[in-house]
Nanobody, 122 residues
Framework: QVRLVESGGGLVQAGGSLRLSCAAS???????MGWFRQAPGKEREFVGA????????AYADSVKGRFTVSRDNAANTVYLQMNNLKPEDTAVYYC????????????????WGQGTQVTVSS
């Protein structure tokens, strides 16, 4: 059974940092892992992802230079380090997994976590 469990969300002031973690079971090494987010009234959007090998990453333009996705295959965990957070980063953040290559479209994702709230105050 596949399970993705996020942790690390919370409330932070603008300019601050948070690190999200996603513990995976039932899958890992051959799956691309990543993060999407969804703000109230908006569609779910791609944030960043890392390939199964950990050798390549992809990011949304809005977070490049501020967010970093990494994975620890030994621990079956993927991370999202978020620095210089902005109020517009406020959203529910979802861990995502799919077989094969990184995808930036929600429709291509095979598995989702339950989400964790990130709130950035101005």
């Amino acid at each position: 059974q596949v399970r993705l469990v996020e942790s690390g969300g919370g409330l932070v002031q603008a300019g601050g940092s948070l690190r999200l973690s996603c513990a995976a079971s039932g899958i890992f090494g051959s799956y691309a892992m990543g993060w999407f987010r969804q703000a109230p009234g908006k569609e779910r959007e791609f944030v960043g992802a890392v390939a199964g090998s950990g050798g390549s990453t992809a990011y949304a333009d809005s977070v490049k230079g501020r967010f970093t996705v990494s994975r620890d295959n030994a621990a079956n965990t993927v991370y999202l380090q978020m620095n210089n957070l902005k109020p517009e980063d406020t959203a529910v953040y979802y861990c995502a997994a799919r077989v094969g290559r990184i995808s930036t479209t929600p429709q291509a994702i095979g598995y989702w976590g339950q989400g964790t709230q990130v709130t950035v105050s101005s």
